[in-house]
């Protein structure tokens, strides 16, 4: 079993930044690919970015390229999530999961762990 505590959220203005962390505990020596989801209110859950284990192969959803950085920090087992240029769509509960294997996927389903989410509120 792996947990996943997220923390980091909260208000930003628009334009302004965030930085996420999702720290790992149980089996932290399993080698599990990480990645960040969210959800709106009233929406599904959406992928936003994955890393692989060893830290290469980073991939983002369109939304958040260019804006968002994933990467992760194994000898502290932690992930992070860096938001810059927020904007007021990036409102949303933002989750971090992890998967037994060494990549990462973009759908929910492929990921075996979840944290309870940190709430991202961007203001316009």
């Known amino acids: 079993q792996v947990q996943l505590v997220e923390s980091g959220g909260g208000l930003a203005q628009a334009g302004g930044s965030l930085r996420l962390s999702c720290a790992a505990s149980?089996?932290?020596?399993?080698?599990?690919?990480m990645g960040w989801f969210r959800q709106g209110p009233g929406k599904e859950r959406e992928f936003i970015a994955h890393i692989s284990w060893t830290g290469g192969g980073a991939y983002y959803a369109d939304s958040v390229k260019g804006r968002f950085t994933i990467s992760r920090d194994n000898t502290r087992s932690t992930v992070y999530l860096l938001m810059n240029n927020l904007k007021p769509e990036d409102t949303a509960v933002y989750y971090c999961?992890?998967?037994?294997?060494?990549?990462?996927?973009?759908?929910?389903?492929?990921?075996?762990?979840w944290g309870q989410g940190t709430q991202v509120t961007v203001s316009s």
């Open positions: 149980g089996r932290t020596s399993s080698r599990v690919a």
């Open positions: 999961a992890a998967r037994d294997s060494v990549v990462g996927s973009v759908t929910v389903e492929a990921y075996d762990y």
